[in-house]
């Protein structure tokens, strides 16, 4: 069995987010997706209001093996990874990440002990330029890493707190920032 680990910030999932789960549901056997804070960002919306979001996502994609588990939601990767191990100890795991954390990679707790653990596979967000350097870095604490062939739409949870553009959300995630009154402009 293979399974693709997928955690975010989803600070609030849009339509990319959706675009990445699907394209993985068509290549692992299981794609397990959580939100959790990010230690590297600023203010973000409280944790809980997220992982409903993002479960409201999931749900929509009507995808059985993507499955939303908001339990493995820690600010470092590597207990998120210890977690899925307990469940299935001889799956192989992948890492699924996007380019534009490649260059903070290296930085992550215990980032040598868990990128040992898995897999690696960058997905080239749109507008994002991979310096050689910062690959090189990443490879040489995960040989097993790869650019995946996927090319997303240009949606991002920043562009959409600064834009507030609800045709990048699910209209059931807009729905629910009206009713819950995130995002308002200061």
């Not at 699907?22 to 600023?42: I, M, Q």
């Not at 209001?49 to 588990?69: A, C, G, I």
């Not at 330029?129 to 910062?134: S, T």
Request: with cysteine; net charge neutral; hydrophobic share 40%.
């Amino acid at each position: 069995m293979t399974i693709a680990l997928f955690g975010t910030s989803a600070d609030p999932p849009t339509a990319a987010h959706g675009d990445i789960l699907c394209w993985l549901s068509d290549r692992y056997d299981r794609v397990l997706v959580w939100a959790a804070d990010n230690p590297f960002k600023g203010q973000q919306t409280p944790l809980p209001y997220r992982q409903t979001m993002l479960n409201l996502l999931v749900r929509s994609l009507n995808r059985p093996n993507v499955e939303h588990h908001p339990e493995l939601s820690h600010p470092y990767t590597i207990h998120s990874v210890e977690q899925v191990k307990q469940q299935w100890p001889c799956e192989p795991l992948t890492l699924v990440v996007g380019s534009d954390v490649l260059a903070k990679l290296p930085q992550w707790y215990q980032a040598a002990q868990l990128l040992k653990q898995v897999k690696l596979l960058v997905l080239q967000r749109p507008g994002v330029v991979i310096d050689p350097k910062d690959w090189q870095a990443v490879q040489q604490l995960c040989p097993e890493m790869e650019l995946a062939n996927y090319r997303g739409p240009a949606v991002s949870s920043t562009t959409y707190r600064q834009q507030r553009d609800e045709q990048q959300l699910l209209p059931a995630i807009a729905q629910y920032i009206q009713q819950q009154g995130l995002y308002a402009q200061p």
